[in-house]
């Protein structure tokens, strides 16, 4: 079997509850050792001692409740958040789409939001201009691919987002719920899109609420619950089981 790509190690992730200062600051102060320890042991579990590996071209759906740490995963999988504890490693240029127009320039053209997002994924200038007719002629804006971004609707800037991230080559492909981009003809495009990846030995990881989704993309599934893995493996038998979830 070949190296993972992707390994969680035990990886936890909290965040502080931050409450009001009671009795003052005079209080506080004169008891600061105690209410230092007070604010530390008080915190938000988003994650814990979580462990998976993902091997090349796999393609691995993330299900869950709100809450139950898909989101926290997929931030850090894309290093815009850093774990707690544990160890998270990376083989291959990582390509994020969780959320719409991300690292897109409101100021900046379509064009030259392309390029920027280009290169902030990895490419070389030379790469992504190779790719450009390809992008725009797939986004399907027309001439406003000259005009500030700020200009456009939301569909617009979904199809343009998808477009650079489905073009750019991309190894590990993160995505959090953006198959439902624009109408229903453009939404089978990205599917179409999504699915020929499976030719290119690209890795996915895939959080979304739309288990007909899992089912088409993923070939492995993990079910969180609370920061916790309750089950892994085949898609049906992991999507009956976030079905069964007692309310």
Known sequence: MSEPVIVFDKVSKYYPMYHHITGGIKQFIFHLPSAIKSFRSTRFQALQELSFSIQPGERLGIIGRNGSGKSTTLG????VLKPSSGRITLRGRVSPFLELGMGFHAELTGRENILLNGIILGMTRKEVRKRMDAIIEFAEIGEFIEQPIRMYSSGMLARLGFSVVAHLNPEILL??????????????????????????????????????????????????????????GAPDAVIKAYEGLPA
Request: charged share 25%; with cysteine.
């Open 76 to 79: 850090l999988l894309a290093r």
């Open 175 to 232: 995505i959090d719920e953006i198959l439902a981009v624009g109408d229903a003809v453009f939404q089978k495009k990205c599917q179409d899109k999504m699915l020929s990846f499976r030719q290119k030995n690209v890795t996915i990881v895939f959080v979304s609420h739309a288990m007909s989704d899992v089912r088409t993309l993923c070939n492995r599934v993990i079910l969180l619950d609370r920061g916790k893995p309750l089950i892994t």
